[in-house]
């Protein structure tokens, strides 16, 4: 078997590995749920909340492309007003989480599920005080 050959095929211990192979080149099905979560993985970058409510709603990342879903495994919230606040995950106005979070502060939410937002759904957030200092919220997940 050629070194090219030997690349599209990995042996489960057989006695002769010609006889008995198994396909890792791409079926259009991934087995390797590692591999998978790498290759669709997705963050928003840092967004900036400067202002409290509705007025400084910040959208983390680009809305969801046609044909795919994401789902924000974690969210990583980094408070420097001098009130506790509550940042809100949510599409339009419909609520999908709500984190406290108190002053001077960072936290970590995660969720192996996390929240899913389909196609044409735009995630933002929002923090219910920034009374003096800036939220600072990022997001990571996956998309497919």
Not at 14 to 34: C, K, M, Q, Y
Not at 72 to 86: D, F, M, P, W
Not at 112 to 141: K, L, N
Request: hydrophobic share 35%.
């Amino acid at each position: 078997m050629s070194e090219s050959e030997q690349r599209k095929w990995v042996g489960v211990r057989p006695t002769n590995p010609a006889s008995n192979p198994i396909p890792v080149e791409d079926t259009g099905l991934n087995t390797n749920p590692e591999r998978w979560l790498h290759e669709n993985h997705w963050e928003s970058g840092e967004v900036t909340i400067a202002a409290a409510g509705a007025g400084g709603q910040q959208n983390l990342g680009a809305a969801v492309g046609a044909g795919v879903t994401r789902r924000i495994r974690e969210i990583t919230i980094r408070h420097a007003g001098s009130n506790n606040t509550v940042v809100t995950l949510l599409v339009g106005v419909a609520v999908r989480l709500s984190i406290d979070v108190p002053v001077q502060t960072t936290r970590v939410w995660s969720s192996q599920d996390g929240r899913e937002f389909a196609a044409g759904e735009q995630p933002a957030c929002q923090s219910s005080d920034v009374t003096g200092g800036s939220t600072f919220v990022s997001a990571a997940g996956v998309e497919a």
